[in-house]
């Protein structure tokens, strides 16, 4: 069994997170591999929260051009978790 903090690399603090933040939803950049149940027992972990639900999405990396050389940027996978009512991340 993977670790939890090798399933979330990090927390997203984007414009759409601070949004979804205020409607009990966190943005998580998760590994490719990992699934839902993986995520749910990961946050919890590693936040002491409970997790309502979470939905995943893999995001495709984005070509980039260096002078002559083309090439890309990774694919990464997405975690939008919900939490219970009354339950917080802090942020800070």
């Known amino acids: 069994m993977k670790q939890s903090y090798s399933i979330v690399n990090n927390i997203l603090r984007t414009e759409k997170?601070?949004?979804?933040?205020?409607?009990n939803k966190y943005l998580f950049s998760v590994g490719r591999?990992?699934?839902k149940i993986q995520v749910k027992k990961a946050v919890e972990e590693?936040?002491?929260?409970?997790?309502?639900?979470?939905n995943t999405q893999l995001v495709p990396g984005k070509k980039k051009r260096v002078r002559q050389q083309?090439?890309?940027t990774p694919d990464w996978k997405k975690a939008v978790v919900t939490l219970k009512d009354g339950q917080k991340i802090d942020l800070a």
Not at 46 to 54: E, G, R
């Open 17 to 23: 997170g601070v949004v979804l933040a205020g409607q």
């Open 70 to 72: 083309l090439g890309h």
């Open 46 to 54: 590693i936040y002491k929260v409970k997790v309502l639900s979470v």
């Open 33 to 35: 591999d990992t699934n």
